[in-house]
């Protein structure tokens, strides 16, 4: 059974999203050569007197220079670990690499999560976001779908499909998981087709607007009253 839901399976690759990759390059180097110009002039601009300014600088660029050669050395080492595709199919998630080497997920390694005692596939928030969560091997796991780099790679613009994409497999490959339904709700994707839910997500965006606009309301009338008093 399970073979022939695997041949419909078709895989799904990341897509890139050069608009918004060139967009965060671009404001991402700016802002980085800010900062490196505002350190590398900091003497200049915190010392007045010429002899605070040499004591200063005599301290101040050998810490810099090795603070600097640190970055880009750190830099240079994670750029191998940059992931540059994702693949969802019928075995699980794959992650390539730019160094050639692949990490992957497989359903096959789903199982119970410790940090849930109803649900085995659910959301937990990383960053004020909710990621999907699993067990692997045992492991507590958040499985990232935006892995992709937009500085080595490229930005994913397709990161939900990916996502709902998974989600599909784990119904199809592991029917014994139980996902949280909060899932499908919080993420807009639909429970049987598994695709973006376009209406679900107008709805929960428009609910987050009415408790955001009641809350600004709120805090209007408390400022106004104080004002007032």
């Known amino acids: 059974m399970q073979e022939n839901v695997g041949k419909e399976f078709l895989p799904l690759v990341s897509k890139p999203g050069w608009i918004m990759t060139w967009l965060i390059r671009i404001f991402g180097t700016a802002i ?3 900062m490196l110009i505002i350190l590398a002039v900091l003497p200049l601009l915190v010392c007045e007197k010429i002899w605070t300014f040499v004591l ?3 301290l101040y660029y050998p810490v810099w220079a090795i603070a600097m050669y640190r970055f880009f050395r750190f830099i240079k080492k994670t750029r ?3 992931v540059i595709k994702i693949t969802v199919d019928d075995k699980g998630i794959h992650y390539d690499k ?13 199982g119970r999560s410790y940090l849930s005692d109803n649900y085995d596939v659910y959301l937990t928030q990383m960053r004020k976001t909710w990621v999907l969560t699993v067990g692997v091997d045992g492991n507590t796991t958040r499985i990232l779908f ?8 490229y930005y994913t613009r397709n990161s939900r499909a990916l ?14 998981l139980k996902i949280d339904p909060f899932v499908f709700k919080e993420l807009s994707i639909h429970p049987e087709k598994f695709t ?5 997500y107008m709805k929960h965006v428009l609910e987050c607007a009415i408790i955001a606009g009641i809350l600004l309301l709120i805090s209007l009338v408390f400022m106004f009253i104080i004002v007032k008093v």
């Open 32 to 34: 980085l050569l800010v």
């Open 56 to 58: 200063f600088a005599i």
């Open 80 to 82: 191998k670990e940059t």
């Open 98 to 110: 730019l160094n050639g080497n692949k990490q992957e997920i497989l359903y096959s390694q789903l």
């Open 146 to 153: 935006n892995e992709t780099d937009p500085a080595y790679s």
């Open 163 to 176: 996502r709902a994409r998974f989600i599909k497999g784990i119904v199809c490959f592991r029917p014994d």
């Open 196 to 200: 973006f839910d376009t209406k679900g």
